[in-house]
C-alpha cells in the first residue's frame, strides 16, 4: 500500500471488470477509498472485497451510469464523506456493419459510454465544487475515437465525442481546481476480448497481423493494469498542470496506421 491519495475518495464506473477493476485495486493500493460503481453485483462486491483483503478501503454500489449518477455520488458521500476523483470507465462494444446497425443499437452505445460519461461528470462535479478543493476526472476514450475502423461506427463516434467532452469539461471546470483528461487504450486483455468463448487477441489473424508484422510495435495487447496506472498518475499529485488533453496507451498501434 502506498499513502499517495490518502485521504482521497475516487468513484469508478464499470469497476467489476477488466480496466475499471484493474483502476480500482490500483487507487486503492495507492491509499484511496474507492466507490465500485457497476452492474454487476456478484463481480463488484468481488472487486471491494479484494481491495478489503488487500487493506484497502471500497465500497460497493449497483447502477447505471445514465440513470444512477447522482445516486453514485451520494454513495460516496455516505460511505466516505466526500468525493475527489472520478473515473469514467463505464463502456459497451459489439460489432456490427454501417449497413446494418440499428437505431437502437447506435443509441445504446452513446447512452451508456457518452451520455453516461456527461451525467457522472456533472454529478461528480457538483461535488467537488461544492466542496471547494478541487478534482481529478478521468474519461476512458479508446484510439478507436481517431481511428477509422470497419464495423464500429457506433463506438468509435461514441469515444470520439467523449474526447471533445474531455476538453470541453476542463476549460469550464479549471477555474475550480478540477482537471479532466483521457485515456486512450489500445488493445487490452479484458472480458470484451473475449467474443463467443474466443479470445480475440489469441487467433491466428490477430498475431499475424498485430504481433508478427509489429502493428504493435510492442507486439502485445496491454494489461489492465497497465492502463489503470495511467489513471493512477493522472489523479495523482504528481499530475498538476495537465488537462484536456487524452493519454494514447496503446503500445505503439495508432502510430503504425
Known amino acids: 500500500m502506498s499513502d499517495i491519495l490518502a485521504g482521497k475518495v ?10 475499471g477493476r484493474a483502476t480500482a485495486l490500483t487507487l486503492a493500493r495507492e491509499g484511496a477509498a474507492v466507490v465500485v460503481a457497476d452492474i454487476d453485483a456478484p463481480r463488484g ?3 471491494v472485497a479484494t481491495i478489503g483483503a488487500a487493506g484497502g478501503r471500497a465500497h460497493f454500489v449497483q447502477a447505471d451510469v445514465i440513470r444512477d449518477a447522482e445516486r453514485m455520488v451520494e454513495a ?3 460511505e466516505f464523506g466526500r468525493l475527489d476523483i472520478l473515473v469514467n470507465n463505464a463502456g459497451i462494444f459489439y460489432t456490427v456493419d454501417l449497413l446494418d ?3 437502437d443499437e447506435w443509441v445504446r452505445a452513446v447512452d451508456v459510454m457518452y451520455f453516461g460519461t456527461f ?7 457538483r461535488q467537488m465544487v461544492h466542496q471547494g478543493a478541487g478534482g481529478r476526472i478521468v474519461n476512458i476514450s479508446s484510439i478507436n475515437a481517431f481511428l477509422g475502423m470497419p464495423q464500429s461506427s457506433h463506438y468509435n463516434s461514441a469515444k470520439g465525442a467523449i ?5 470541453c469539461l476542463a476549460v469550464e471546470l479549471a477555474p475550480h481546481g478540477i482537471l479532466v483528461n483521457g485515456v486512450a487504450p489500445g488493445f487490452v486483455e479484458t472480458p470484451m476480448a473475449i467474443v463467443n468463448g474466443i479470445n480475440e487477441h489469441e487467433t491466428p489473424e490477430f498475431q499475424e497481423f498485430y504481433v508478427r508484422r509489429r502493428r504493435i510495435p510492442l507486439a502485445r495487447p496491454a494489461l489492465p493494469a497497465e492502463i489503470a496506472e495511467a489513471v493512477a498518475f493522472l489523479v495523482s499529485p504528481r499530475c498538476t498542470y495537465i488537462t484536456g488533453h487524452t493519454l494514447v496507451v496503446d503500445g505503439g498501434l495508432s502510430i503504425t496506421f
Open 10 to 19: 475516487a468513484l469508478i464506473t464499470g469497476a467489476a471488470s477488466g480496466i
Open 76 to 78: 460516496a458521500m455516505q
Open 119 to 125: 451525467r457522472c461528470s456533472q454529478a461528480a462535479a
Open 101 to 103: 446497425v440499428t437505431f
Open 45 to 47: 462486491a468481488e472487486t
Open 163 to 167: 474526447d471533445q467532452l474531455t476538453r
